[in-house]
């Protein structure tokens, strides 16, 4: 899925879909005069990868997961492939919800947050959820 989080997180630019999701800082003007951004590559780590080495580090882990949408493919994708990577490392997780959608090309049925939350909140996971508005 090529999921990913930031140790150590700056904005530097914005995030342009149209060029494969990388990130671009920097306008610059291109020969046509028309202003553009210059790509800029980012170090990143899967979120399985990022979570233990917090939970190696440290006796309580708490996440604010805000990935625009993607929470629901991420969460999803970890319980399904890396569940021990998130249940039992991760405490507390505050998860901002978008509404359903989904990278705007698909949409999530109704109550997937709730079942994501019932999910995560299990004894078997033992995270606890809370909604960050």
């Known amino acids: 899925l090529g999921s990913t989080m930031e140790a150590d997180k700056h904005l530097h630019g914005r ?8 990130w671009y800082t920097k306008e610059v003007s291109v020969s ?4 553009g951004w210059r790509a800029e590559r980012v170090r990143s780590v899967g979120a399985a990868r990022f979570i233990s080495a917090l939970a190696a580090s440290s006796d309580l882990v708490a996440l604010k997961l805000d990935v625009e949408g993607y929470e ?3 969460l999803k994708h970890m319980l ?3 569940p ?3 249940c039992g490392k991760v405490d507390v997780m505050a998860i901002e919800w978008h509404g359903g959608h989904l990278l705007k090309t698909r949409t999530v049925p109704n109550n997937t947050q709730d079942v994501l939350s019932w999910l995560l909140n299990d004894p078997l996971c033992n995270v606890s959820v809370v ?3």
């Open 84 to 86: 021990r990577q998130l």
């Open 72 to 74: 629901f493919r991420l």
């Open 32 to 35: 046509s005069g028309e202003k």
């Open 131 to 133: 909604k960050w508005v």
């Open 15 to 22: 995030l342009n879909p149209k060029r494969g999701g990388a």
């Open 80 to 82: 399904l492939t890396t």
